[in-house]
């Protein structure tokens, strides 16, 4: 006998070892286009601007400025802005490369006590895919772990919402666990700190301000209750005092604004430049919403932001790189899940 759903079929798949009880772990990121050229560009942007969580806009609006305007000039543009950064040796995205070593440390660490993977929430590896793996290995618990550290709709709730998918279509699905945001974690601030600390060791002189930049979404979102703006603002202000920086050279800012809303502010490149013309000469710039390096922060910020930094009159522009899979990164991501699995392991 079978039996449907709205979804359609339920999956009949069973795992390869059932009763094992293994623990599966799942890393979660944004998503990466599979090519710079034109239409792996488009069918990457048309999947993440189509998200419901992301674009919150009545469909019939939508629509046609999507599909009629942006996806006609944006993939060429974004396509350009990919090829500045591109993984040339794995042909590919330093996004991808970055969270798939984050996933073969992290399981290296973890042992035979977890069985890890990770997917995207756009693009591939797909998130469904991932979970069928585990599954197929024996994982009757599964712990999902968003690689956002503040909350926002339209990045963990978004991941979540493609994994609680991808369980709808599975006849037995396992035990399941969300790692929350860990934005006030202390590891987190520390390998944050540790990070700026020791680039700064590296600097000749020491920099005149700092930049805090966090992703950026509508005024809008916060409105209506996404904790995500007071959760950067917590990040920046645990991060400041652990440096025990002077509140006045400290700026925390959003960047990556899309569309013609209010977005939340200050804007992070209006910030880079105004400090410039007012004669800040030497800068650097950390973004700790990124648990891995991307085109955000490696073309947007160190590439676009330094140029506007460095016209203005600015003459020293450093940008800290994301903990990525670095020792203080892996060390935050493995005492986050362990923590998580207690109970489990």
């Known amino acids: 006998m079978t039996a449907q759903n709205a979804q359609g079929p339920l999956s009949v798949a069973a795992p390869a070892a059932p009763g094992a009880g293994r623990i599966g772990v799942l890393l979660l990121n944004l998503g990466t286009p599979e090519a710079t050229s034109y239409w792996p560009m488009r069918r990457y942007l048309k999947e993440f601007l189509s998200d419901r969580r992301v674009i919150e806009v009545p469909r019939l609006k939508w629509w046609p400025i999507l599909n009629l305007i942006i996806l006609t000039f944006r993939p060429g543009r974004k396509g350009k802005d990919y090829d500045k950064i591109w993984n040339r040796e794995r042909d590919e995205s330093p996004l991808k490369t970055i969270t798939r070593s984050q996933s073969e440390k992290l399981a290296t660490a973890l042992g035979a006590e977890a069985v890890v993977d990770w997917a995207m929430r756009y693009g591939n590896p797909p998130t469904g895919a991932a979970i069928a793996r585990l599954q197929a290995q024996g994982c009757e618990k599964l712990l999902l772990v968003p690689l956002y550290p503040q909350y926002a709709a339209a990045t963990t709730a978004s991941a979540c919402d493609q994994a609680f998918r ?18 006030a974690e202390a590891s987190y601030i520390e390998a944050l700190a540790q990070s700026l600390r020791q680039t700064m060791a590296r600097l000749e002189r020491k920099p ?56 939340i502010e200050p804007a992070t490149i209006e910030t880079i430049e105004r400090l410039a013309k007012a004669g800040v000469r030497r800068l650097v710039v950390i973004a700790p919403g990124f648990a891995a390096d991307c085109l955000e922060t490696l073309e947007e910020l160190d590439m676009e932001n330094r140029a506007v930094f460095l016209a203005n009159g600015g003459e020293s522009f450093t940008y800290v790189p994301c903990l990525n899979d670095g020792a203080a990164g892996m060390s935050v991501i493995e005492a986050i899940v362990r923590r998580e699995l207690s109970g489990w392991i």
Request: hydrophobic share 40%.
């Open 166 to 183: 991808a369980l709808m279509q599975l006849r037995w699905q396992p035990a399941v666990r969300v790692v929350p945001p860990y934005y």
């Open 208 to 263: 005149e301000a700092v930049v805090i930049s966090f992703h950026g979404m509508p005024q809008r979102n916060v409105d209506l209750g996404d904790p995500y703006y007071q959760h950067c603002q917590t990040t920046s202000k645990l991060l400041r005092a652990g440096l025990a920086w002077p509140q006045a050279e400290w700026h925390t800012t959003f960047q990556s604004r899309f569309g013609r809303d209010q977005w």
